[in-house]
């Protein structure tokens, strides 16, 4: 559950394993590609629902990859858009909604998996800082204006939305929920704000774990620990956590010092193992740096959990 590359990362991971995968994913994304086709054609935010078939998708042909992900990096009203958008942006127009538009890019792609967003309703996300200031859309919270630095106290949808049917339904039968890793506040939280998840999830059997992320964003989580993080996700869902992996990689110094430079540090591990928390540290991180694409217009993460490291990690759990 959540959004954007740290869902794409699980997902290319576990693909490699007999498991039964389902992607729930927010539908509050505002920027970029995206953003602009959520604002011209009204439906819900295409962009990380793409991704996720994108990881999904068959890797023996690596042309249907390429085309999901592909960016124009010039033409007039096409710069900046992604292949993949427009493709579901295209599918949603001819078949009339959300979850066709899926079931047959998920035909066309070929995908292990299925992929749901966590509501067929649009809303807005918006945030309330410390010092009560109050920011809407995912794009203005995760790249404020002032900069960050401001602990966000609450979060919300407006209007409320109701969880998809079928999304609560695959909550119900997993056997391991897996959040994150991916921007607290723009990514996992959102789709913990939508009616009907947080008692889905109450209601499950299955074991609930949380990816903590390898470093802090100064727009959403400067200065968290790692038990802040769950903390955060524990009163959302309304139930304990079972697990969480923390990675024990060590940072390279040209990597850390660019994080530092935007004021972004990875998270304290004070996490403590108890009865009702098993606590994971591992190597989990990739060794190579991610580079910007161009034609992207969103400011990403570089430096990312390696997928089968964090898949076997996963795995374990089932066992």
């Known amino acids: 559950m959540g959004g954007g590359t740290g869902s794409f990362v699980v997902l290319r991971g576990l693909k490699n394993y007999p498991v039964d995968l389902t992607a729930i ?3 509050t994304d505002s920027g970029g590609s995206t953003g602009r086709l959520r604002s011209e054609f009204g ?3 295409v962009g990380d629902l793409r991704q996720c078939l994108a990881a999904l998708a ?29 493709i579901l942006t295209s599918l ?8 066709k538009a899926l079931e047959k890019a998920a035909e066309v792609f070929r995908i292990s998996g299925r992929v749901f967003p966590v509501s067929l309703a649009q809303a807005t996300l918006g945030v309330v800082y410390e010092n009560g200031r109050r920011v809407y859309g995912e794009h203005s ?3 404020p204006k002032f900069g960050g630095g401001l602990s966000i106290r609450q979060a919300f949808l407006k209007p409320k939305i109701r969880v998809y049917s079928r999304a609560a339904r695959a909550i119900g ?30 209601k499950s059997k299955a074991k609930i774990c949380y990816v903590i992320n390898l470093v ?7 200065g968290f620990t790692c038990s802040r993080y769950l903390e955060v996700l524990e009163q959302l869902v309304g139930r304990p956590f079972d697990a969480a992996l923390v990675s024990t990689s060590r940072i390279p110094a040209n990597i850390a010092n660019a994080y530092r430079r935007e004021k972004s540090e990875p998270p304290l591990d004070d996490l403590v193992e108890s009865g009702s928390l098993t606590v994971v540290r591992a190597d989990l991180a990739g060794k190579s740096v991610i580079k910007r694409v161009a034609g992207d217009e969103l400011r990403r993460s570089f430096f990312r959990h390696d997928e089968d490291k964090l898949a076997r990690a996963l795995i374990k759990m089932l066992l």
């Open 43 to 45: 439906f819900l935010p």
């Open 92 to 99: 949603r127009d001819i078949y009339g909604g959300e979850p």
């Open 173 to 202: 039968e997993a056997d391991l929920v897996v959040l994150g890793p991916g921007d607290l506040y723009t990514s996992t939280v959102p789709c913990l704000l939508v009616d009907g998840v947080g008692y889905a999830l109450k």
């Open 58 to 86: 068959r890797d023996d042909d690596e042309t249907l990859i390429k085309l999901l992900t592909y960016r124009f990096k010039k033409g007039r009203g096409l710069s900046g858009h992604n292949l993949g958008n427009l």
């Open 141 to 143: 919270i995760d790249q």
């Open 25 to 27: 994913i927010n539908v």
């Open 216 to 222: 802090n964003r100064y727009s959403q989580t400067y």
